[in-house]
């Protein structure tokens, strides 16, 4: 069924297929407005299982990814009182879907929450948004592993920030997450990693904007990269213009 250009599963699931280390791949099949599948297929094309995935109508699909050992979904979900994120598991190899696992909830007249995986979908990032007078004031977060276990919960704070900023978070392999906030008009990157093993919070800022023709520029926030071997710590890049520079 062709998707709708206005349709969130379309909007927020970047990637609906999953490549798999032997060759296979796994895919979110959209059957029609509120029917969804899980599918596995190997390299052959071969359709090795396909499992139901319930949406209601008041719910939507905010995320994708697997691990070595399962498929995670990320629901997303509204009503009159509050919205909420949860994760629907499968599992790799059979496809049996297992309960659902509430991740994040807030008010229904909050901000919508969001969630991330890490690059090897063992870890996963779920936060909500604390807000005054329409501005962000803090983020609270709950850490998660595969097995959807609650690794660290922990507040990020920014009480020190004034004016308009925005935020991107991201978790890696190992659960340490990165904060990127652009301030000062868009002109300013600040990075800042959380390690849950570890109270310290450790800091990076860069100027990002640069005048050109009498004309400001700006920046979006960035997509970071990560290392995608298990179990190491990636490296942090922001870029302006030919600099680089990295979070040890």
Request: glycine letters at 4%.
């Amino acid at each position: 069924m062709p998707e709708k250009t206005d349709d969130r599963y379309n909007q927020r699931v970047a990637k609906k297929t999953l490549t798999l280390p032997d060759g296979g791949f796994v895919i979110l099949a959209h059957h029609t407005a509120t029917e969804y599948a899980v599918e596995r297929y190997d390299k052959e094309l071969k359709r090795l299982w396909s499992t139901a995935l319930p949406v209601t109508v008041e719910e939507s699909i905010d995320g994708f990814e697997h691990s070595s050992q399962q498929v995670t979904a990320i629901i997303y979900h509204k009503d009159g009182a509050a919205q909420s994120l949860a994760a629907q598991p499968f599992d790799l190899s059979t496809g049996k879907i297992a309960p659902r696992k509430k991740l994040t909830e807030t008010t229904a007249r909050n901000r919508r929450p969001g969630a991330a995986f890490s690059p090897d979908g063992t870890k996963i990032v779920a936060w909500q948004y604390v807000t005054r007078d329409e501005q962000i004031r803090s983020i609270s977060a709950s850490v998660y592993d595969e097995k959807l276990t609650k690794l660290k919960d922990r507040v990020y704070n920014f009480q020190d920030l004034g004016g308009f900023f925005s935020t991107t978070i991201h978790v890696d392999n190992e659960g340490t997450q990165y904060v990127t906030l652009l301030s000062d008009e868009m002109k300013k990157l600040t990075v800042r990693r959380y390690r849950n093993d570890n109270p310290d919070i450790k800091v990076m800022s860069v100027a990002v904007g640069a005048p050109l023709r009498a004309r400001a520029l700006w920046c979006s926030t960035p997509s970071l990269p990560f290392n995608r071997t298990p179990h190491s710590t990636p490296p942090l890049f922001a870029r302006s213009a030919s600099r680089a520079f990295t979070i040890a």
